[in-house]
Every structure is written in structure tokens, then in C-alpha cells.
């Protein structure tokens, strides 16, 4: 199969799905942060493709599993804004996915690496 017909959609789409709890939390680990607040240091994170339609039930199952608790505040700009921070738990599974995503990334960079240097010698041998 040639890379113009490779199809990577729905590996990208995975790879989203599995990071975006991570960045969230992680966010949050920071500070203290209101849905649209969280939606535009999101928008930042090209690849990741957090939308309104998704970051909001996202939130409202880490409300649910306990990572996150969730407070009203009156805003002077306009309606109430929900804000979010991390729970002990919520705490807990940052650090625990941070220590997670640093082993996983070392691990995928050698083995990609160790690719890099294998098609690079493809290269060399049809030259």
C-alpha cells in the first residue's frame, strides 16, 4: 500500500480519544479552569480536536469517576461559569498517566526511531 492511499483517519481519531482525558487533567493539575477557558488552551493543541461537543461530557464522566469536582461562580461579564479542579483522585491519575505517557513516548520513540533508521537504509540501498 502507497502512503497517497494510506488512510490514517481513524488511528488519528484514536489517539485523540486517548490523549484528551490526559490533557485535561493536566490542565487542570495548573489551575482551577471554566469549560470555554479549558476549550481554548485546548484549541491551542493542533491534532487534538477538542470541541464544545466533546470536552463537556468528557468532563461530566471525570465528574462522575471523581478526578474532577465542579463549583458555580457568578461571572461580571455574564452568566455563571462552572469551573473545574482536580480531586485527590483526580490528582492521582495525573501524576500516575504523566509518569504513563513518559515511559510510553521513550518507548515509541526508540522503536520509531529504530523505523527512521531502517527506511533511511532502504533509502541508501535503492539509491
Do not use: C
Not at 8 to 29: H, P, T
Not at 49 to 68: A, C, F, H
Not at 99 to 120: C, H, K, T, V
Amino acid at each position: 500500500m502507497t502512503s497517497d492511499r494510506l488512510d490514517i483517519g481513524g488511528w488519528k481519531a484514536q489517539l485523540r480519544k486517548g490523549a484528551a482525558e490526559f490533557a485535561v487533567l493536566s490542565l487542570l493539575a495548573r489551575k482551577e479552569m471554566y469549560g470555554i477557558e479549558l476549550l481554548d488552551a485546548l484549541s491551542g493543541a493542533q491534532g487534538l480536536g477538542i470541541s464544545d461537543g466533546t470536552i463537556y461530557p468528557l468532563l461530566k464522566r471525570l465528574q462522575l469517576e471523581g478526578r474532577i469536582h465542579a463549583r458555580w461562580q457568578p461571572s461580571v461579564t455574564g452568566p455563571p461559569r462552572k469551573y473545574y479542579n482536580l480531586t485527590a483522585e483526580g490528582k492521582l491519575a495525573v501524576s500516575a498517566m504523566s509518569q504513563a505517557w513518559i515511559e510510553f513516548r521513550s518507548q515509541l520513540d526508540r522503536l520509531a526511531g529504530q523505523a527512521g533508521e531502517l527506511n533511511a537504509s532502504d533509502r541508501d540501498l535503492s539509491s
